[in-house]
């Protein structure tokens, strides 16, 4: 024991204590150079944070608050906007037919779409997980309708193919079935925008594909030996290891589902038709604001298609607990 610790243990005497230990300052703080140092490089990085920050108040987010307010007003871009309140919303659901069945067109375009895409990429992706001679082309070969699928030419190509005179009308034909075209039949018309959003599966597909490659095949090896058959594989080893790319490649199949737009103006040449079978809702929201001047109804029927998303993103992330498993999870 030291000296200063025995004088305090038999005389009491607390004058000349000293702390065992001092609490020192970081080193880099105790430095004026480090300090001087470590605020430039803070002012660095909120130097290149400002294009970004411009970026989002000016281009974004002030635009959104613009348009939610025009959205409780009447505003036809030529005159100011007139405060009405809640009345774009009311009309939207009582008195807006159109609207209700451009909504109902868009649910059935999600709701069937979505999870075919998703079942063609993930079984093209197993077909290239097994397959080693010329992967890397067929890869590339499915892949590339996705970099082109959303484009004017390809919404162009798939409306002369599926009309009256073209390719697919003139195929099913030859084998004896006459359909008079897609494109004006309000019963095929919606089907053949879903098998286009299908054809576009090549980005989802290289997820998945991806997904598969990181799954051990130590795991299949040892259903193999305990008697599972390819189809319980799937279901016991696949499906779970793959949840967390099936739920992200889930959320932005649904996310850009209810955005389609392009290919249902093209091949509807911007009306909607046949029977307002390819109205969806962005359409409708194009066609009220930029065609009939209702920028206030337009903002109302937007802010309606956000909060729908974003309500089904909410419920994805508040129930993947029950289906996605992470690694390491314990559940």
Known sequence: MSTTATRV????????RRPLSRRRRPEHLDRPGQRSRQRRETLAGYGFLIPWLIGFFGLTLVPMVYSLYLSFTSYNI??????????????????DPAFLQSAQITLIYVLVG???TLAAALGVAMLLNYRDRGAGFFRSAFYAPSLIGGSVSVAIVWRAMFSGDGPVDGTLSFFGIDLGGWIGNPALVLPMMILLAVWQFGATMVIFLAGLKQIPKELYEAAAMDGAGPWHRF???TLPMLSPVIFFNLLL????AFQVFASAYIISNGTGGPAGMTNFITLYLYKRGFADGQMGYAAAIAWVLL?????????????QRSWVHYAGDNR
Request: glycine share 8%; aromatic share 10%; no cysteine.
């Open 114 to 116: 979505t999870p075919i």
């Open 253 to 256: 199949g649904l996310i850009g």
């Open 307 to 319: 909060i729908v998303v974003a309500i089904i993103a909410v419920i994805l992330f508040r129930t």
């Open 235 to 237: 279901r016991a080893v």
């Open 9 to 16: 243990v038999v005389t009491g005497d607390t004058s000349s």
């Open 78 to 95: 030529f005159s100011p906007p007139r405060w009405i309140g809640l009345d774009n919303y009311v009309r939207m659901f009582t008195t």
